[in-house]
């Protein structure tokens, strides 16, 4: 069956970093626009990254730009979101997607990782 299962998740220090992946299976990764989403307690999802099909193209939201970066590596089916200086308002479970656009929702969705930046 289709899985998408993200890991990495937790409890770091406001300036820290921390790395999140997401391993797919069960269908074709490469063909795939993959998507890092993210939600607040109490706001709505939010859309962080988002990288093309064959790695070479990557987009973020403003909020994130320049601290962020997602990756992936097809041999192993899976996307990675890199963190660094983290901020309280980081705070939230991330959630990894799987799109056949650049521009539509994803198929396929992970359960979500929480990452909690405090200190």
């Given at each position: 069956?289709?899985?998408?299962?993200?890991?990495?998740?937790?409890?770091?220090?406001?300036?820290?970093?921390?790395?999140?992946?997401?391993?797919a299976?069960?269908?074709?990764?490469?063909?795939?626009?993959?998507?890092?989403y993210?939600?607040a307690?109490?706001?709505e999802?939010?859309?962080?990254?988002?990288?093309?099909?064959?790695?070479?193209?990557t987009?973020?939201?403003?909020?994130?730009?320049?601290?962020?970066?997602?990756?992936?590596?097809?041999?192993?089916?899976t996307?990675?979101?890199?963190?660094?200086?983290?901020?309280?308002?980081?705070?939230?479970?991330?959630?990894?997607?799987?799109?056949?656009?650049?521009?539509?929702?994803?198929?396929?969705?992970?359960?979500g990782t929480?990452?909690?930046?405090s200190?």
């Open positions: 069956q289709v899985q998408l299962v993200e890991s990495g998740g937790g409890l770091v220090q406001p300036g820290g970093s921390l790395r999140l992946s997401c391993a299976s069960g269908f074709t990764f490469s063909n795939y626009v993959m998507k890092w993210r939600q307690p109490g706001k999802r939010e859309l962080v990254a988002r990288i093309t099909k064959d790695g070479g193209s987009n973020y939201a403003d909020s994130v730009k320049d601290r962020f970066t997602i990756s992936r590596d097809n041999a192993k089916s996307v990675y979101l890199g963190m660094n200086s983290l901020k309280p308002e980081d705070t939230a479970v991330y959630y990894c997607s799987a799109a056949s656009s650049w521009v539509v929702r994803g198929k396929y969705w992970g359960q929480q990452v909690t930046v200190s």
